[in-house]
């Protein structure tokens, strides 16, 4: 996998492309050789080591559960960790219990290596990809070779167990601050967090509803990679964004379109946070939309991933009639697994970069403290800036640094949202480190900080659009959205600021 695909893979919270390269598993979790098996003395002594880590580390382990809740599900992991396990065992064992907490970027990672080692060998999952909407599941992409499904169709019941049911189930093994962002999270994992729960599985009785409101009961066989690519049915054309093109237009109507793409370097083999091409791309672009006298600018932030604001903030810039900055407030608790991690990264830091910041902020500060992070203000671009209309479009798949840029939009006044809202928070504990276990070595993600969105509204939600554009089950090529925001933005453009 190259540079870019890493950087990528990274920003998307769990993405996992079903049936596709790269998609992690074994057989089961507890097939392995017996000198491969962590003893239960071991695995007690890694989870004490997990739960302490997070009190110690997390910005507010105990923000959406008491730490009453907390210790009794952790005396209830602790008699459980009575036999060996494998690690992969044990991240799912160990990821139940830090999902409790409602906080995505506390996390251990499902055992992808494992699973891709299982779907390697022959290992046969369930054969769709789904979109989950309010809790009801439909089908994203059929891969099971029977034609009588067609992506749109409704999974009304799973083994005999409502698909409502099994969202719920499944849901477990999501670390989320919400059942929206949960969603999100689960639908491109829904094949792996299904394999989680059950290991493999030959068969599995599902009960469709189909678009003609036909009830299908249908005895749906598990798949292999090579079943999927051999013999599914083509499925019918849907809107694919791919978070690495950049493009900037002109379209009818004076309304400049762009699309920034992932905010990281997209080049093969170059230093991913060095902005410098991702900067000419922008001044390119805005050079361009005051030439041809644009009076618009939509910016699609559909399914992109983010990735960091100092290519975010120069893009800002050419807009922004005044100082702007992505946090009212970036709370950080300073712990010994904070700052180890930050250690590592300073050998290749630059003298002035992020992590030696951190460094001096955390050799003036005692453990245990909530620190008051400075972020420093933007500034609007000096010279010619775009003064015309400004709309930013979202899904409930932009994510990161995408959910930072509609805030500070909303929240500055500098333009409108369209779409829908998004799954990720405008206000949420992030900036994740990580530390390690002794004997396992598993690596377990916390969140360092609390991060205030401009406004300085600390309420858990996403950015809500300004105006709401529903996001169809499945998008045609033809892209009905970006079709109905370019007509919300002409009429908007017409409108009184």
Not at 27 to 50: G, H, K, N, V
């Amino acid at each position: 996998m190259n540079v870019l695909a890493r950087v990528v893979a990274s920003l998307v919270i769990g993405l996992v492309l079903l049936g596709c390269a790269n998609t992690p598993s074994q057989s089961s979790p507890e097939q392995a050789t017996r000198d491969e098996l962590l003893t239960p003395t071991q695995l007690r002594e890694d989870f004490r080591a997990l739960y302490e880590g997070l009190q110690r580390a997390h910005i507010n382990l105990f923000a959406n559960r008491t730490r009453e809740e907390f210790d009794q599900s952790s005396a209830e992991t602790l008699a459980s960790l009575n036999r060996p396990m494998t690690k992969a065992e044990a991240q799912i064992h160990f990821q139940l219990f830090v999902a409790q907490g409602r906080v995505a970027h506390a996390r251990i990672d499902a055992p992808m290596d494992a699973f891709e080692a299982f779907r390697e060998s022959g290992g046969k999952i369930f054969p769709f990809g789904v979109r989950i909407s309010e809790g009801r599941v439909f089908v994203a992409q059929n891969l099971s070779g029977i034609a009588e499904i067609a992506p749109g169709d409704e999974i009304v019941a799973i083994n005999g167990q409502s698909a409502e049911h099994w969202v719920r189930r499944l849901r477990q093994h999501i670390s989320a601050d919400s059942d929206y962002l949960a969603d999100a999270i689960l639908e491109p994992q829904f094949t792996v967090a299904l394999w989680l729960e059950l290991g493999a599985v030959e068969t599995f009785q599902v009960r469709f509803l189909t678009h003609s409101g036909r009830r299908l009961d249908l005895s749906i066989p598990a798949r292999s990679r090579t079943e999927m690519r051999a013999t599914s049915p083509a499925a019918p054309a849907a809107l694919e964004i791919d978070p690495t093109v950049r493009e900037a237009r002109i379209i009818p109507g004076g309304v400049a379109y762009l699309r920034p793409g992932v905010f990281m370097n997209i080049a093969d083999g170059g230093d991913p946070f060095d902005p410098t091409a991702f900067h000419q791309f922008v001044d390119s672009a805005f050079e361009r939309f005051l030439a041809e006298d644009a009076t618009s600018l939509l910016i699609d932030l559909r399914d992109n991933p983010g990735g960091d604001n100092s290519f975010s903030d120069h893009m800002i810039a050419w807009f922004a009639d005044r100082p702007f900055r992505f946090s009212s407030d970036f709370r950080v608790r300073v712990s010994p697994e904070a700052i180890t991690a930050n250690a590592a990264r300073l050998e290749h830091a630059s003298p002035d970069g992020i992590s030696r910041q951190y460094a001096e902020a955390y050799a003036r500060a005692s453990t245990g403290d909530i620190i008051h992070f400075p972020i420093p203000m933007a500034q609007p671009r000096a010279g010619a800036r775009f003064t015309g209309r400004v709309f930013i479009l979202v899904n409930r798949r932009s994510f990161s640094n995408a959910v930072s840029i509609a805030a500070i939009v909303q929240d500055y006044r500098f333009g409108q949202i369209l779409g829908e809202p998004t799954a990720d928070l405008a206000t949420t504990y992030g900036a994740m480190e990580t530390f390690s276990l002794p004997n396992s070595g598993i690596v377990v993600g916390f969140p360092k900080a609390h991060i205030i969105r401009p406004s300085g509204d600390e309420r858990v939600q996403g950015v809500t659009p300004d105006f709401v554009i529903a996001t169809p089950i499945i998008e045609p090529t033809d892209d009905p959205v970006l079709q109905e925001a370019l007509r919300r933005v002409e009429d908007l453009s017409h409108a009184p600021r």
